[in-house]
């Protein structure tokens, strides 16, 4: 459940407080193209994929703070999608996008 400050912030730009399962893949598949499109961005969740693999955390290097300065500049572009969404939904999106992604990065070997 979002906090109340969330919800009438979803409330006041038209999005819906909570996405369901469709919407966070469309979400998703615009996050994914945006990303692609731009090698910054690209880098940006790559770092915060490896920073998951090596550290358990999406945050703890410079890489990993990026991922999420990126949201605001990916809403600011605009998007396709039939309903709104809060910059709190699309970071949502990526965080799990960016976990799963983590998944085909092997840690490097210190031997």
Do not use: C
């Amino acid at each position: 459940m979002p906090s109340p400050i969330l919800a009438i912030d979803a409330y006041l730009i038209g999005a819906p407080p909570f996405l369901s399962k469709a919407q966070r893949d469309q979400v998703g598949d615009w996050h994914r193209s945006m990303v692609s499109a731009n090698p910054e961005y690209t880098d940006a969740v790559t770092g915060a994929a490896k920073a998951f693999v090596l550290i358990g955390d999406l945050n703890v290097s410079a890489a990993g703070m990026a991922w999420q300065t990126i949201i605001p500049d990916l809403l600011e572009q605009g998007h396709d999608l039939e309903f709104n969404v809060t910059k709190e939904q699309v970071t949502a999106v990526s965080a799990r996008w960016i976990v799963a992604v983590a998944d085909t990065f092997a840690p490097p070997s210190l031997d």
